[in-house]
């Protein structure tokens, strides 16, 4: 029996055939951010505290599974791992501040994956459960009345109350799903950071994306669904593939105006993030790298879209200010993440700790500096048993 791990049998080679050669990955990048004249005053947004409020929910947290607390951070124990990320509420609305943030970002997209009609989809480290929620409350919901979105998570921390198309489980991404059916869509957001192997999770995603399968094609000809005859072999074709997509932030500063140097503070307290991160035996920067992944797993059609995130108020364009502002508060918050678990793994003492915080958060607040964040949108389809891993399609982004 092959490993949870291993490459699906349908991803393996079978020799030579006809087969085209892969198509190349599609890719397109954001254009610099513009910078405002004047600096902007974070004061001209107002952020709610609860902006998806908790009125009338119950939530399960550490009274079904255990917990641990360090410095006052509260920790997941699932199968005793060590996880550098706490799963308390703090943490837990910094996860709904990100996801307001991205959907500025994206105009209100919740993937960007062509997925037509989709009726099962896969949130794999769904969080505090919002991406499932929100896209079963809001149009989405309507254009796909029937959808069930199934998140998973190793820690219970997403609410009770739900709608009634969304379920969430606890589960490890490593193993045996506990989904029964196979997904028109699988969704990964700010997980590829956290995962330390890879290859394994895209690998046995693979399995729960549904492969191509026959179905009924409406002719043009047609005037109603009812005129169609479904059985007919010239009214029918095959269902496209689903999709897999990675949602990521690569977990470094940049700068497109020179306005951020080489010593900049904030900077050096990612390089440090990013070596600590590796202790775990995970990568920051790990967003840029995912094509040879999923092109290894089997998916083809691979694109990527990466969008440019300021990090403060910055920018020109007020609806970038407010991302920024997101942005910035987010990463403000990340920092007593780092003080913990992270840090810890460096060996650092908690005066070099505090010493290194302060000085970032203290370069943070000078919007002269133009630094943003880059974040990288993979998706990629599944093939047909026996055809070419690279079908190659006009949708480009």
């Not at 509420?89 to 997925?115: C, I």
């Not at 769904?126 to 809001?138: D, R």
């Not at 028109?184 to 399995?207: E, G, N, S």
């Not at 059985?231 to 020179?258: A, M, N, T, V």
Request: one cysteine or more; glycine letters at 6%.
């Amino acid at each position: 029996m092959s490993s949870p791990c291993s490459p699906h049998p349908e991803a393996q080679d079978d020799g030579p055939d006809d087969s085209p050669a892969p198509s190349p990955m599609l890719e397109t990048r954001a254009p610099a951010i513009d910078a405002a004249t004047r600096p902007g005053d974070e004061d001209e947004f107002e952020i709610d505290e609860e902006p998806f409020g908790d009125d009338g929910i119950t939530s399960v947290t550490s009274s079904v599974y255990a917990c641990t607390y360090e410095r006052g951070r509260r920790y997941h124990c699932f199968k005793n791992a060590r996880y550098p990320i706490p799963n308390d509420d703090m943490e837990k609305d910094r996860e709904d501040l990100k996801h307001a943030m991205l959907m500025e970002l994206t105009d209100g997209a919740l993937f960007y994956s062509p997925v037509k009609n989709p009726q099962h989809i896969i949130d794999c480290g769904t969080g505090t459960g919002i991406w499932a929620i929100e896209g079963m409350s809001s149009p989405m919901a309507d254009r796909f009345p029937s959808a069930h979105v199934l998140g998973l998570d190793l820690t219970p921390i997403q609410p009770l109350w739900v709608p009634p198309n969304v379920e969430f489980l606890v589960d490890d991404c490593y193993q045996d799903w506990l989904s029964h059916e196979t997904a028109d869509l699988v969704h990964f957001r700010f997980m590829a950071i956290v995962l330390r192997d890879i290859p394994c999770v895209v690998a046995h995603a693979y399995k729960y994306v549904h492969s191509p399968v026959p179905g009924p094609v409406y002719s043009p000809t047609l005037l109603c669904p009812s005129d169609q005859v479904s059985h007919s072999p010239s009214l029918r074709s095959l269902k496209p593939g689903g999709w897999i997509e990675f949602q990521e932030l690569q977990g470094l500063p940049y700068c497109d105006d020179d306005t951020m140097g080489d010593d900049d503070p904030f900077k050096r307290l990612y390089e440090i993030a990013k070596d600590a991160y590796s202790k775990f035996g995970m990568s920051t920067t790990i967003a840029a790298e995912l094509e040879p992944y999923l092109r290894r797993a089997g998916f083809t059609n691979i694109h990527c879209k990466v969008l440019k995130v300021p990090i403060g108020v910055w920018a020109r364009d007020e609806t970038m200010r407010l991302i920024g502002l997101y942005q910035k508060t987010a990463v403000t918050e990340f920092m007593s993440t780092l003080a913990g678990r992270p840090f810890e793994a460096l060996g650092m003492s908690a005066a070099e700790a505090q010493l290194t915080l302060a000085m970032a958060r203290k370069s943070l607040e000078d919007v002269g500096v133009h630094r943003y964040f880059t974040y990288h949108f993979w998706w990629a389809q599944k093939p047909g048993h026996g055809r070419s891993r690279d079908m190659r399609r006009d949708d480009s982004p």
